[in-house]
């Protein structure tokens, strides 16, 4: 197991007002994302365990986009990754960010 | 003085030798292999009908099994290289040389005798292509087809999977060859001639059906997100600003997802009656649910598919049915329609360049192309307007006198940015061409060529290459949908950017897509059983697919 951690900076803080949300399973292929409010609304850390050594530059690079493109302000986010490629993550990174804009 | 009949007089002579082994048209089985001794020549151009689908097995096991010191350096022309028996006769030097379509199950093992120097190869032809020459300068002087039934005086039923044979025994009987067909039973009366008698001069009661592959069957089980995710893109960003009615789609997951998100995600932006009414295409399970939603008005088929023969006997206004019911698919007719009917193609690719260029050619294998090249380019001598192919060729040349300027079809490769194994779709450099250098092809096998390609859909966007002004605009619209693949990576992010402000790339966000939409509850159905199901159980799946 491998564990990454980024902390970003961000230019739009996170929507809505759930304080939780969790998309995706840990599965073969798949990744589970657990998202919490309580960083800086122009911060985003990103906790990531993956079983699959040397990708640390491909993680970097997702996670970036993602911190760039997304409304991710202020979230703290734990990835379990069960060996996803790298359009998956950023499917669910998205899908995580859009649930916790919607109402509970 | 000249003998202006030397073609029919050699076709009588091998009449004459086939029917002292024959009674009236028909030739036992036991004695098939002599039969062939008899009526073949050395260096003859032979068709063993090998479709798509259909394959004419028995013949194929017979021609193995002539003596080489008799039969032999045959010149093949056909469509598929599918069974064993089509290779193993250039093992054994009954046949030399080789001009084809389509290799898919046999395509390692054709690349090695390739190499080895077994085979002499011709071309790699699309399905069109290989048709045409059977009219001009690759006729055949014996075609040995497959048929459902016949009856005593030779008429052929050919029943759904009548693909090829029409096109084939066309070329071969009236271009003075002999043409000998297999059937799976003789009987009183045909349910319906596909094939008059005086077109057909030998049959034989092989006693069992031809084999057929299902090759469009798709499980909806196996859809992923992201496929679901791109379907959306295509349908948002494609199929509804361009109001694409008629239409083929390639055979891949992503296709078939876009099939089963018509009656839900289609629905829900009111494209129903808009879009997909017309379509050039072999029957999809995938687009039952479509079909029983009237999304449907028509469908043309190339072949037909395991399984979907009740179903299209119980849709006649939606297929191509005959007066026994039955479905009447006509490849050389399907790939005309797609080419000049339809107005978009979209299917799957395993590689695509900086130039667009598609090739499904990795490794050491020559897997043909079948009829992607055709569907998947523009018909230069389109002559009918329609709106989606005006308004491509307006986005192609803005400044060009409208009633001189020529429409464009929609050619669209949609994919994953990496695929099965993790292999990234976009890539430097294809393999078809280095597939080409260790052959010595002069023309490295290209699936769909760069300048023909209008727009490339990935989880990551929508790239309209139509938009694009140069080469280098080119290059970064195809490197801004290729994800975190090389290609993707080394994007000129400032250009992409301006590019994405052009509407040259469009981003699911861009298109107002929810990426929470991208969930397989998208999907009409989700199962095999689901589609059986929806067919009101007309539809039967092949055991393989039942895991129920």
């Not at chain 1, 998202?35 to 996670?63: K, M, N, S, Y």
């Not at chain 2, 044979?165 to 059937?183: D, N, Y």
């Not at chain 2, 993790?422 to 300048?451: I, W």
């Given at each position: 197991m491998?564990?990454?951690?980024?902390?970003?900076?961000?230019?739009?803080?996170?929507?809505?007002?759930?304080?939780?949300?969790?998309?995706?399973?840990?599965?073969?292929?798949?990744?589970?994302?657990?998202?919490?409010?309580?960083?800086?609304?122009?911060?985003?850390?990103?906790?990531?365990?993956?079983?699959?050594?040397?990708?640390?530059d491909l993680?970097?690079?997702?996670?970036?986009?993602?911190?760039?493109?997304?409304?991710?302000?202020?979230?703290?986010?734990?990835?379990?990754?069960?060996?996803?490629?790298?359009?998956?993550?950023a499917?669910?990174l998205?899908?995580?960010?859009?649930?916790?804009?919607?109402p509970? | 003085?000249?003998?202006?009949?030397?073609?029919?007089?050699?076709?009588?002579?091998r009449?004459?030798?086939?029917?002292?082994?024959?009674?009236?048209?028909?030739?036992?089985?036991?004695?098939?292999?002599a039969?062939?001794?008899?009526?073949?020549?050395?260096?003859?151009?032979v068709?063993?009908?090998?479709?798509?689908q259909?394959?004419?097995d028995?013949?194929a096991?017979?021609?193995?099994?002539?003596?080489?010191?008799?039969?032999?350096?045959?010149?093949?022309?056909?469509s598929?290289?599918?069974?064993?028996?089509?290779?193993?006769?250039?093992?054994?030097?009954?046949?030399?040389?080789?001009?084809f379509?389509?290799?898919g199950?046999?395509?390692?093992?054709?690349?090695r005798?390739?190499?080895?120097?077994?085979?002499?190869?011709?071309?790699?032809?699309?399905?069109?292509?290989?048709?045409?020459?059977?009219?001009?300068?690759?006729?055949?002087?014996?075609?040995?087809i497959?048929?459902?039934?016949?009856?005593?005086?030779?008429n052929?039923?050919?029943?759904?999977?009548?693909?090829d044979?029409?096109?084939?025994?066309?070329?071969?009987?009236?271009?003075?060859?002999?043409?000998?067909?297999?059937?799976?039973?003789?009987?009183?009366?045909?349910?319906?001639?596909?094939?008059?008698?005086?077109?057909?001069?030998?049959v034989v009661?092989?006693?069992?059906?031809?084999?057929?592959?299902?090759?469009?069957?798709?499980?909806?089980?196996?859809?992923?997100?992201?496929?679901?995710?791109?379907?959306?893109l295509?349908?948002?960003?494609?199929?509804?600003?361009?109001?694409?009615?008629?239409?083929?789609?390639?055979i891949?997951?992503?296709t078939?997802a876009i099939?089963?998100?018509?009656?839900?995600?289609g629905?829900?932006?009111?494209?129903?009656?808009?879009?997909?009414?017309?379509?050039a295409l072999?029957p999809?399970?995938?687009?039952?649910?479509?079909?029983e939603?009237?999304?449907?008005?028509?469908?043309?088929?190339?072949?037909?598919e395991?399984?979907m023969?009740?179903?299209?006997?119980?849709?006649?206004?939606?297929?191509?049915t005959?007066p026994?019911?039955?479905?009447?698919?006509?490849?050389?007719?399907?790939?005309?329609?797609?080419l000049?009917?339809?107005?978009?193609?979209?299917?799957?690719?395993?590689?695509?360049?900086?130039?667009?260029?598609?090739?499904?050619?990795?490794?050491?294998?020559?897997?043909?192309?079948?009829?992607?090249?055709?569907?998947?380019?523009?018909?230069?001598?389109?002559r009918?307007?329609?709106?989606?192919?005006?308004?491509?060729?307006?986005?192609?040349?803005?400044?060009?006198?409208?009633?001189?300027?020529?429409?464009?079809?929609?050619?669209?490769?949609?994919?994953?940015?990496?695929?099965?194994?993790?292999a990234p779709?976009f890539?430097?450099?294809?393999?078809?061409?280095d597939?080409?250098?260790?052959?010595?092809?002069?023309?490295?096998?290209?699936?769909?060529?760069?300048?023909?390609?209008?727009?490339?859909?990935?989880?990551?966007g929508?790239?309209n290459?139509?938009?694009?002004?140069?080469?280098?605009?080119?290059?970064?619209?195809i490197?801004?949908?290729?994800?975190?693949?090389?290609?993707?990576?080394?994007?000129?992010?400032?250009?992409?950017?301006?590019?994405?402000?052009?509407?040259v790339?469009?981003?699911?966000?861009?298109?107002?897509?929810?990426?929470?939409?991208?969930?397989?509850?998208?999907l009409?159905?989700?199962?095999?059983?689901?589609?059986?199901?929806?067919?009101?159980?007309?539809?039967?799946?092949?055991?393989?697919?039942?895991?129920?």
């Amino acid at each position: 197991m491998e564990n990454l951690r980024y902390e970003l900076s961000t230019t739009t803080p996170a929507g809505g007002t759930r304080a939780v949300a969790l998309v995706g399973v840990v599965a073969s292929g798949n990744l589970e994302v657990l998202l919490e409010r309580g960083e800086a609304p122009d911060r985003c850390v990103i906790d990531i365990a993956t079983p699959a050594h040397g990708f640390a530059d491909l993680w970097q690079a997702v996670t970036a986009d993602f911190a760039a493109r997304s409304a991710a302000g202020g979230l703290r986010i734990t990835v379990n990754d069960g060996g996803a490629r790298p359009d998956t993550v950023a499917l669910r990174l998205a899908q995580g960010v859009r649930l916790m804009e919607k109402p509970e | 003085m000249r003998d202006w009949n030397m073609k029919g007089r050699d076709r009588q002579a091998r009449l004459e030798a086939g029917r002292r082994l024959a009674s009236g048209k028909v030739v036992a089985a036991q004695d098939l292999v002599a039969f062939l001794e008899a009526v073949l020549r050395p260096g003859d151009r032979v068709c063993l009908e090998g479709d798509n689908q259909k394959q004419a097995d028995v013949l194929a096991k017979a021609l193995a099994k002539v003596d080489p010191a008799k039969v032999h350096d045959l010149h093949m022309v056909q469509s598929g290289v599918v069974l064993p028996e089509h290779l193993d006769i250039f093992e054994t030097g009954i046949a030399r040389r080789l001009d084809f379509s389509y290799s898919g199950p046999q395509s390692a093992r054709i690349a090695r005798m390739m190499f080895g120097g077994r085979i002499e190869l011709g071309a790699v032809h699309t399905y069109l292509e290989l048709f045409a020459r059977y009219f001009i300068d690759l006729t055949p002087q014996v075609a040995l087809i497959a048929a459902v039934s016949a009856d005593r005086a030779g008429n052929l039923y050919t029943g759904p999977n009548t693909e090829d044979t029409p096109t084939v025994v066309e070329a071969t009987s009236f271009g003075k060859g002999l043409v000998i067909a297999q059937v799976g039973e003789i009987v009183d009366q045909v349910p319906r001639v596909d094939i008059p008698a005086d077109q057909v001069h030998f049959v034989v009661n092989a006693q069992r059906p031809f084999y057929v592959e299902p090759l469009f069957t798709r499980d909806p089980a196996a859809i992923t997100e992201t496929q679901i995710l791109t379907a959306m893109l295509a349908i948002k960003g494609l199929y509804a600003p361009y109001g694409v009615r008629r239409l083929n789609h390639g055979i891949g997951f992503n296709t078939a997802a876009i099939e089963l998100l018509l009656p839900t995600y289609g629905e829900r932006l009111g494209l129903k009656g808009k879009v997909c009414t017309h379509w050039a295409l072999n029957p999809h399970p995938t687009l039952i649910p479509a079909i029983e939603s009237g999304w449907v008005e028509q469908i043309h088929c190339f072949g037909s598919e395991v399984g979907m023969e009740d179903y299209m006997r119980a849709r006649p206004d939606i297929f191509f049915t005959g007066p026994d019911g039955s479905l009447r698919s006509n490849r050389a007719f399907c790939q005309t329609a797609g080419l000049y009917a339809c107005d978009m193609f979209i299917g799957s690719t395993l590689q695509i360049d900086l130039a667009g260029n598609s090739s499904t050619i990795t490794g050491s294998r020559v897997a043909g192309f079948g009829g992607a090249p055709n569907m998947g380019s523009d018909a230069r001598g389109r002559r009918h307007p329609s709106a989606p192919w005006l308004r491509a060729g307006q986005e192609a040349d803005p400044t060009g006198a409208p009633a001189l300027r020529r429409g464009r079809k929609l050619v669209i490769q949609i994919g994953e940015t990496f695929g099965d194994g993790n292999a990234p779709m976009f890539v430097e450099r294809l393999s078809a061409l280095d597939l080409a250098d260790k052959l010595d092809l002069d023309l490295a096998p290209v699936m769909v060529y760069g300048d023909d390609v209008t727009h490339i859909v990935t989880e990551e966007g929508v790239a309209n290459l139509l938009l694009c002004r140069d080469k280098d605009e080119r290059e970064q619209a195809i490197r801004g949908v290729a994800g975190y693949t090389e290609v993707g990576r080394a994007r000129d992010r400032k250009m992409v950017e301006r590019l994405r402000e052009r509407k040259v790339i469009q981003r699911p966000e861009d298109l107002g897509i929810d990426p929470l939409d991208a969930d397989r509850s998208l999907l009409v159905a989700r199962s095999i059983k689901d589609l059986m199901i929806a067919s009101g159980g007309l539809y039967r799946p092949p055991s393989r697919f039942r895991n129920w």
